[in-house]
């Protein structure tokens, strides 16, 4: 555009030069007149000159700014690459998340369920345990000691009477060469027997009754070992 634009403004000025000299010869002009028309001529060189340099800067100005246009515009899409990189770590982030959202509350629902068995469970044993509890205080008990130390059937009937039993007697037994705590239990407390006998340690023993008795359970206290 700036090009044809000088290049109509020389032809303008070759037109114009050569209208001048016409009329130089032909209206008989001085020559100082002419003079002066040849230096509006180098005057109108120097102009064309400049223009000519002023476009060279336009153009350089037009180049730099396509330049940082486009570095603008590289920029503008590095920015967008990393955005949009960012938005996929960011998703990423969130679809975990999500899963370990979901892993979280399947594992509460198992816990809730353990947990709703576990109180039925304790509820169920409590319960027993209260139906036991109301069981082992029916039953007659007498303490004997087999070592010869009255103390040690005393003892015995402590600990007892801190699980729940009822203690009706306490007494030295027939003999006293028991080497180890014995449960003696009547014809249908067998089962009682064997409830009791872990208590005690794992040096005790049950035996059924093999003599007349009004207890149902009759405990002898052995040598401590």
Known sequence: MSRAYLIILILHLGLISQGCSTLEYL???????IKRFKMTKEEMHNEIERLKTENVDL??????????NQRIRDENEKEMARMRDENEVLNEQINKLKE??????DENQVLAKKLTSLELKYK????????????IRKL?????CGDGNLNSAKEMAKRLMKMGYNIGSIHYAPRFNFSRDTVYFAPKFQDDAKRLVPSL???????????????DLIVVTGKTP
């Open 201 to 215: 340690g794992s040096n005790a023993i049950s035996k059924p009754l093999t003599w007349p008795s009004i207890f």
């Open 124 to 135: 169920t044993i409590s319960t027993e345990s209260d139906e036991s509890k109301k069981d």
């Open 27 to 33: 209206d008989g002009s001085s020559k100082e007149e």
């Open 59 to 68: 153009q350089s100005q037009i180049n730099s700014s396509r330049e940082e």
């Open 100 to 105: 370990e959202g979901q892993r979280i509350s």
């Open 140 to 144: 007659k008990i007498k303490v004997l």
